[in-house]
């Protein structure tokens, strides 16, 4: 079986969070083959080219992020981030290289790492949408990242599905004159993935499906990192409320707004890339 997911983490000080990871998803996804150095190498065996292996075969990695993680420095006390041959950097390096989706899992209550503090060959790494997995909401973020694979690996169903609250998306009602948002619980599962939808799509693009029947065509990459940030709506939005109530987004995050009441918290260059899929669509079309 070809390894559907590939955990990526620093040894030295996040192995601890990476095997809590690793045992969750296993468990919420029985279907998904999921690579970790230490549990699928045999003694004698090529770590380098067993990493190249599973590499190569994977449609997802989860790179783990702790606070130390761009920072932590070698015996010369340079940062290993900066060293072309760290293994983390190698292997993140590689899967960008290979188009796969690459989800950053942010721990211990890390940064998601600026574009300007990255070598040049993981600079791309910044605009990949972020899932945090908090220690005193550890089961239920793990619930958004095992829903966010399981929209990339279709044989890596979770184990029992939990409902959504209508829909994979938003909806909003007028009721009185004040808007209900009705939104995905974050904890909860799809009963299953929205299906792919290409119709009237040129080749190679597919429905977007920001909310259900949403038709501008995009690439799958960019179909798969919108269902990514559906399922990850709650974690953006700010736990304390705001001028906007529940709808306030954290800081740093912004509404998407890639159709008319989307409140969806993403980074600005996720709602600036939103906005620009919707002005290229007619492209994207037959």
């Known amino acids: 079986m070809s390894d559907n997911v590939f955990i990526n983490y620093r040894r030295q000080t996040d192995s601890g969070v990476a095997g809590r990871v690793y045992d969750n998803l296993t468990r919420a996804l029985p279907g998904a083959s999921i690579f970790m150095d230490v549990d699928k190498l045999n ?46 950097r190698k292997e993140i390096r590689a899967a960008l290289e290979g188009q796969v989706r690459v989800i950053p899992v942010l721990i211990n209550d890390a940064r998601m790492p600026g ?32 829903a966010a694979v399981a929209t990339t690996t279709p044989g890596a169903r979770p184990r029992r599905w939990q409902p959504y609250a ?4 938003v909806t909003v009602l007028g009721i009185g004159g004040a808007a209900l948002a009705l939104w995905p619980r974050p904890s909860a ?61 954290r800081v740093g995050y912004v509404w998407r707004e890639a159709f008319e009441g989307d409140l969806v918290c993403v980074t600005p260059y ?9 002005a290229d669509a007619p492209n994207n079309r037959n």
């Open 189 to 249: 599962l799809p009963s299953e993935p929205a299906p792919i939808e290409t119709k009237g799509c040129k080749e190679g693009f597919v429905w977007r499906m920001a909310i259900f029947g949403d038709s501008v065509c995009v690439s799958r990459a960019d179909h798969d990192e919108v269902q990514a940030q559906n399922v990850n709506a709650r974690n953006n939005r700010s736990p304390t409320g705001g001028p906007y109530g529940d709808n306030t987004c």
């Open 115 to 146: 574009r300007s503090t990255l070598p040049p060959d993981l600079q791309d790494l910044a605009k990949r949408q972020a899932m945090e997995v908090r220690h005193e909401r550890f089961n239920d973020d793990m619930a958004a990242v095992a």
């Open 43 to 88: 003694p004698g065996d090529d770590f380098e080219v067993a990493l190249g292996r599973s590499l190569a075969s994977c449609k997802v990695m989860l790179a783990v992020i702790g606070p130390q993680w761009a920072t932590l420095a070698d015996e010369q006390g340079r940062p290993r981030l900066q060293d072309p041959d760290d293994f983390v």
């Open 166 to 169: 209508l829909a994979a998306a």
């Open 270 to 278: 996720e709602r600036d890339k939103a906005k620009q899929q919707t």
